[in-house]
């Protein structure tokens, strides 16, 4: 077998460097205009009110003329800036740009609406064009009718991928998984794979590495293109093939999947099922959005503000965000009954009245940045089991110097503006607060995390309450303590 995996020199082509007209004032994107794009690559108001127009008065040519040039992400954009009803009648002008392209980029919810929207044989068309995972994530969160509707018009060797996929559970690599990747018995050689390849039959469009597989179907080892494209023919595909690889368990959470391609620098990754036999390919891609995705659900549920999607049903939005602030009231309500104990001592001296709120509000802040770092350690995989009380007598120990610091601003302050006894009352008062807010924003999200709930959730509306109420009996407490009232 010949060796030409070595090119002549002469027929080596390097790039010419871009010369100064082409660097200019260029943008990054070749696609982008003045006309539609601003400086921040999202759509201009006037762009937008010009398609909105042309939509009003019926004119689909004008709409069509408009929309036409842009990117399939960026019709997606336009289309989730409109109302729904507005949204049907772009997409009936478009049709032939509504592309899966485009549908695979739209928001969750918009994508949803628009599919329920349309009869199952156009939705059918549209999967049939689309990735497995895309496909997957089109029709997951669908009604199981229309689910079998649309499945019944796909052809039978997509329906079995899909239904595949969803028989795993949501948010797990299994669901996400694309099943479309190169997959060669480790018998052969660099030239029998390029040959392989160049055939071209039934090949994925886009893929980074083949995977090497044994007679079970087990990932053995991967190569890379171009460890492939260097490697001379006749070496076997044992001798070049990277065997040392990261397996993703078909079951395993998304969020590990982003962790694991994070920790290891992986492009692609192997899915294997329950037997270890090949089934799947996770790609840097995918586990972008995952990334992105998991780390605005965390932000956002630590506030209880549930999905947090602006396109979500006001219904929806209600129910997530409602059960938070009656939680969040009956948590107020404890910090109110110890106020109320102290009735007498704060008639006495309006003083305290006054100066309460500050010992609250500073408690409260110090346990969100205390909690916002472990919720984000928890989910990185940097505070464990095997190293809390390490991380738990840190923040312990940043509290204290934190509480030090405010209480003698704060105790100085109240000093010069009222007496010298109330300063050193809030004083000490700031440092058990603050102290106690480092305690609660380690222990709260790690109890949740030991309950086997996402520590992200809520976790505010306890630590809130938690440094309120501290706040409040220590400084009142330590004032009726002290002698300043009775």
Same mark, same amino acid.
């Given at each position: 077998?010949?060796?030409?995996?070595?090119?002549?020199?002469?027929?080596?082509?390097?790039?010419?460097?871009? +010369?100064?007209?082409?660097?200019? /004032?260029?943008?990054?994107?070749?696609?982008?205009?003045?006309?539609?794009?601003?400086?921040?690559?999202?759509?201009?108001? /006037?762009?937008?009110?010009?398609?909105?127009?042309?939509?009003?008065?019926?004119?689909?040519?004008?709409?069509?003329?408009?929309?036409?040039?842009? *990117?399939?992400?960026?019709?997606?954009?336009?289309?989730?800036?409109? $109302?729904?009803?507005?949204?049907?009648?772009?997409?009936?002008?478009?049709?032939?740009?509504?592309?899966?392209?485009?549908?695979?980029?739209?928001?969750?919810?918009?994508?949803?609406?628009?599919?329920?929207?349309?009869?199952?044989?156009?939705?059918?068309?549209?999967?049939?064009?689309?990735?497995?995972?895309?496909?997957?994530?089109?029709?997951?969160?669908?009604?199981?009718?229309?689910?079998?509707?649309?499945?019944?018009?796909?052809?039978?060797?997509?329906?079995?991928?899909?239904?595949?996929?969803?028989?795993?559970?949501? /948010?797990?690599?299994?669901?996400?998984?694309?099943?479309?990747?190169?997959?060669?018995?480790? *018998?052969?050689?660099? +030239?029998?794979?390029?040959?392989?390849?160049?055939?071209?039959?039934?090949?994925?469009?886009? #893929?980074?590495?083949?995977?090497?597989?044994?007679?079970?179907?087990?990932?053995?080892?991967?190569?890379?293109?171009?460890?492939?494209?260097?490697?001379?023919?006749?070496?076997?595909?044992?001798?070049?093939?990277?065997?040392?690889?990261?397996?993703?368990?078909?079951?395993?959470?998304? $969020?590990?999947?982003?962790?694991?391609?994070?920790?290891?620098?992986?492009?692609?990754?192997?899915?294997?099922?329950?037997?270890?036999?090949?089934?799947?390919?996770?790609?840097?891609?995918?586990?972008?959005?995952?990334?992105?995705?998991?780390?605005?659900?965390?932000?956002?549920?630590?506030?209880?503000?549930?999905?947090?999607?602006?396109?979500?049903?006001?219904?929806?939005?209600?129910?997530?965000?409602?059960?938070?602030?009656?939680?969040?009231?009956?948590?107020?309500?404890?910090?109110?009954?110890?106020?109320?104990? #102290?009735?007498?001592? !704060?008639?006495?001296?309006?003083?305290?009245?006054?100066?309460?709120?500050?010992?609250?509000?500073?408690?409260?802040?110090?346990?969100?940045?205390?909690?916002?770092?472990?919720?984000?350690?928890?989910?990185?995989?940097?505070?464990?089991?095997?190293?809390?009380?390490?991380?738990?007598?840190?923040?312990?120990?940043?509290?204290?110097?934190?509480?030090?610091?405010?209480?003698?601003?704060?105790?100085?302050?109240?000093?010069?503006?009222?007496?010298?006894?109330?300063?050193?009352? !809030?004083?000490?008062?700031?440092?058990?607060?603050?102290?106690?807010?480092?305690?609660?924003?380690?222990?709260?999200?790690?109890?949740?995390?030991?309950?086997?709930?996402?520590?992200?959730?809520?976790?505010?509306? #306890?630590?809130?309450?938690?440094?309120?109420?501290?706040?409040?009996?220590?400084?009142?407490?330590?004032?009726?303590?002290?002698?300043?009232?009775?």
């Amino acid at each position: 077998m010949a060796d030409d995996s070595r090119l002549p020199d002469d027929d080596v082509m390097l790039a010419d460097p871009p +010369g100064e007209e082409d660097v200019g /004032e260029a943008r990054p994107d070749d696609r982008i205009d003045d006309e539609r794009m601003d400086e921040e690559n999202t759509l201009k108001r /006037e762009y937008v009110d010009s398609v909105e127009q042309a939509l009003e008065a019926g004119d689909t040519k004008a709409v069509y003329e408009l929309v036409e040039p842009l *990117h399939p992400a960026d019709i997606a954009d336009l289309l989730e800036l409109f $109302e729904r009803e507005q949204r049907y009648q772009l997409a009936a002008a478009i049709t032939d740009l509504m592309t899966s392209e485009v549908v695979a980029e739209l928001n969750d919810y918009v994508r949803e609406d628009m599919m329920e929207a349309l009869p199952p044989e156009a939705v059918a068309q549209i999967v049939d064009q689309l990735e497995t995972d895309d496909a997957v994530q089109l029709i997951e969160d669908l009604d199981e009718a229309d689910q079998r509707a649309i499945l019944a018009e796909v052809e039978l060797e997509d329906r079995i991928a899909i239904q595949s996929a969803l028989s795993y559970p949501e /948010e797990t690599a299994g669901r996400l998984m694309s099943r479309d990747f190169v997959a060669v018995p480790e *018998h052969l050689t660099v +030239g029998d794979l390029i040959d392989f390849l160049r055939e071209g039959r039934d090949l994925p469009d886009e #893929f980074y590495e083949v995977f090497v597989v044994d007679e079970k179907h087990h990932p053995v080892g991967t190569c890379a293109l171009s460890w492939v494209l260097r490697a001379p023919r006749s070496i076997p595909l044992a001798d070049v093939m990277k065997r040392d690889q990261t397996l993703i368990p078909v079951t395993l959470d998304q $969020e590990e999947v982003g962790l694991m391609f994070q920790k290891y620098n992986l492009i692609s990754a192997a899915v294997v099922d329950e037997n270890e036999r090949l089934v799947g390919q996770m790609t840097v891609d995918d586990v972008v959005h995952i990334i992105s995705e998991e780390a605005g659900e965390d932000a956002l549920l630590m506030s209880g503000a549930g999905e947090g999607d602006i396109n979500e049903p006001i219904r929806e939005a209600y129910s997530a965000r409602v059960r938070w602030l009656v939680a969040n009231l009956g948590t107020a309500l404890i910090a109110s009954l110890i106020i109320a104990l #102290f009735g007498a001592a !704060i008639e006495q001296l309006v003083a305290l009245a006054v100066l309460m709120p500050i010992v609250a509000s500073i408690g409260g802040n110090a346990g969100t940045q205390t909690m916002a770092v472990t919720v984000r350690a928890i989910a990185t995989n940097q505070l464990t089991r095997s190293n809390t009380r390490r991380i738990l007598m840190r923040e312990i120990r940043v509290a204290v110097l934190n509480g030090l610091t405010i209480a003698v601003l704060v105790g100085l302050a109240t000093g010069v503006i009222f007496t010298p006894m109330l300063g050193g009352v !809030i004083a000490l008062a700031m440092v058990i607060n603050v102290i106690t807010a480092g305690l609660a924003g380690v222990l709260v999200p790690v109890a949740f995390e030991r309950l086997d709930q996402d520590p992200a959730v809520a976790s505010s509306v #306890f630590v809130t309450m938690i440094t309120d109420s501290m706040g409040f009996f220590a400084f009142l407490g330590l004032a009726v303590a002290s002698g300043i009232v009775g």
